[in-house]
């Protein structure tokens, strides 16, 4: 068979089962076999790509992140991140919104999940921000559009989907380093945005904590506080690579929660162990699949054909990061971020590099275009869960969004051409340690 | 799919997870007082890994939580809809089933031990062939009781 004709197989066979529901890791395992029959290599190959894939010594960062995030959560991490938020920004106009924006950046400094974000910090917010008079669905758009820092600070696991993805070519001490100034851009924009609707809408200060109060809350917080400072350290100053920064903060995480604060026991460690494995599942797959799919793509010069044909539209670097920031945002609404972070990976680095783009930055400009994706309809997880918790529709949900879909536009516009944002504080800590 | 063996799955994930955990902690832990790596412990996750990420992957499946795209299928009529509903149970025990077959043949052919702790490199890709047995037989069972689990608005909380 042809090369274009393996194409054609390979694509068609992945395209047509993703539309007849197939689950994606499940589709990218069978559009492997189908490319490895038809091209007549060894088979055996999927197998041993999964099994090998799956053994990565990084990958294990994955569900200990995860793990992480869901014993910080179910140990009332959240309740006490908000006071901490609601003494730094509460006591100005339209408060609880910023109250919102902050919490969910020290929240996504924990947990590195959007939804988790959003499930953890909505119900605590959501119905105080009603309470106090804010309109339901701004509560609502704010919490979702906030939570999107989270897939950008570290630690986020997503970055680390991304290293793996990269065949572990980008190192995940840059991508979590890059991702705090982007991080704090989107916490600003939506800051500000929520600043100018809270004066135009007459929403109310929040009440000024007293001194001693706020020392009280700052210090229940430390705990908490400190857990991405415990994550970022030793794996900054290259003391551990980053499964074992993750092991780190997993061990730092039942201190916490179990001598610190005293809120789970041994039942609930079952729960959040069962829960952790759940969502590690639905990622350890599909990195395994994915990696098979990528070799098949990769036999088959996929990312060549693709920066042929972006240059064949234009050769100038910001014509073609417009391009692919376009198309990312199209495939985000109507595709899952892990997933489209395993495909898309191997296919537009070796595009963008030749351009001049930095992995670790096209890394940061691919988590915050899916972060915003998970923010629109028609398939969002985070929007989802903001509208069950803030009890809405997706259009009234999707409708409050629209100024903060454009504030979030701005910071990407950012990121992709001030390369600067990024790379600043990789190379920065990169030059210290030299 | 039987709730027990739902159960048992949950279980041995759980398990598994905790157990990578405890391993990962005894390998920092010998990290800071030797100042080196066993292999031993290092050839230990990597299959206790491959055999959470593939169980793991099984019991997802059974509980209809892998992340798939329903911008299409959720717009057809509700009789196609029925059609297109044993498409994805058909296709996932057609990939579990080749998992398997080709996991096996590769568990056969293998016959090299691992430095470490001598055993056989092998082991390695049984996980892949147990689950892909597994996943077979979880896609047979939907497509008998014609339910399509999967569902990218389950709450999957991976982003």
Same mark, same amino acid.
């Not at chain 1, 539309?19 to 890791?25: G, H, K, N």
């Not at chain 1, 395993?342 to 680095?349: D, F, G, M, N, S």
């Given at each position: 068979m042809s090369d274009p004709a393996l194409l054609a197989l390979v694509l068609g066979c992945f395209l047509v089962? $993703?539309?007849?529901? &197939?689950? &994606?890791?499940?589709?990218l395992g069978l559009a492997s076999f189908a490319f490895f029959f038809a091209s007549g290599r060894p088979a055996l190959s999927v197998v041993q790509k999964i099994a090998t894939q799956m053994a990565e010594p990084t990958l294990l960062a994955i569900p200990f992140f995860i793990l992480c995030g869901e014993i910080m959560s179910s140990g009332g991490m959240a309740r006490r991140l908000v006071d901490v938020a609601n003494v730094c920004v509460g006591f100005v106009r339209g408060g609880l919104a910023m109250v919102n924006v902050v919490a969910s950046m020290f929240f996504g400094g924990i947990s590195g999940s959007s939804v988790a974000d959003t499930a953890s910090i909505g119900p605590v917010l959501i119905p105080t921000m009603v309470r106090s008079g804010y309109d339901r669905g701004f509560s609502v758009a704010v919490t979702i559009a906030s939570s999107t820092q989270g897939i950008i600070l570290p630690p986020s696991h997503n970055a680390i989907l991304y290293s793996l993805a990269a065949g572990g070519t980008v190192s995940?001490?840059?991508l979590f380093l890059?991702?705090?100034v982007p991080g704090l851009l989107v916490g600003a924009a939506l800051m500000t945005l929520s600043a100018v609707v809270a004066s135009r809408r007459g929403y109310p200060r929040g009440e000024i904590v007293s001194s001693r109060q706020a020392l009280r809350i700052a210090a229940s917080g430390v705990p908490a506080l400190v857990t991405p400072l415990i994550i970022v350290v030793p794996l900054a100053l290259g003391w551990a690579p980053a499964h074992q920064s993750a092991i780190i903060a997993v061990v730092w995480s039942i201190i916490a929660s179990s001598f610190i604060y005293r809120s789970l026991g041994a039942a609930d460690y079952w729960r959040v162990l069962k829960r952790a494995s759940r969502t590690s599942g639905i990622v350890i797959i599909l990195i395994g699949t994915a990696a098979a799919f990528g070799e098949a793509l990769t036999y088959l010069h996929v990312p060549e054909i693709l920066a042929a044909a972006l240059t064949a539209i234009s050769s100038q670097r910001v014509v073609v990061l417009l391009l692919l920031n376009v198309m990312i945002l199209a495939l985000g609404a109507i595709m899952d971020m892990a997933a489209l972070i &395993?495909? $898309?990976?191997?296919? $537009?680095?070796p595009v963008v590099e030749p351009l001049g783009v930095d992995p670790v930055q096209f890394g940061i400009i691919l988590l915050l275009n899916l972060g915003i994706g998970l923010c629109t309809p028609p398939v969002g997880s985070t929007l989802f869960v903001g509208c069950a918790v803030g009890e809405i529709s997706i259009e009234e949900a999707s409708r409050a969004l629209m100024p903060f879909y454009v504030a979030m536009l701005v910071v990407l516009i950012l990121v992709t051409f001030i390369p600067e944002l990024s790379l600043w504080l990789p190379d920065l800590v990169a030059s210290w340690r030299s | 799919m039987p709730r027990a063996l739902g159960a048992i799955l949950e279980a041995a994930t759980a398990i598994l997870l905790a157990l990578l955990a405890v391993n990962a902690t005894f390998e920092l832990v010998a990290w800071m007082l030797w100042q080196r790596s066993f292999a031993a412990l290092d050839e230990i996750q990597a299959l206790l890994m491959v055999w959470f990420g593939m169980l793991s992957a099984s019991y997802c499946l059974a509980r209809g939580l892998h992340l798939a795209v329903d911008v299409v299928a959720s717009r057809l009529a509700p009789r196609m809809r029925r059609i297109v509903a044993t498409v994805p149970p058909l296709a996932v025990a057609v990939f579990g089933g080749l998992l398997s077959i080709y996991g096996w043949r590769l568990v056969g052919i293998l016959d090299n031990t691992l430095p470490g702790t001598g055993w056989s490199a092998a082991l390695q890709y049984q996980p892949v062939a147990v689950a892909g047995l597994l996943i077979a037989g979880i896609g047979l069972w939907q497509l008998?009781?014609?339910?399509?689990?999967?569902g990218s608005h389950s709450g999957p909380d991976v982003a």
């Open positions: 089962l $993703l539309l007849f529901r &197939v689950p &994606v890791a499940f589709a995940i001490q840059a890059a991702g705090y &395993v495909i $898309l990976t191997p296919i $537009l680095l | 008998h009781a014609r339910t399509v689990e999967t």
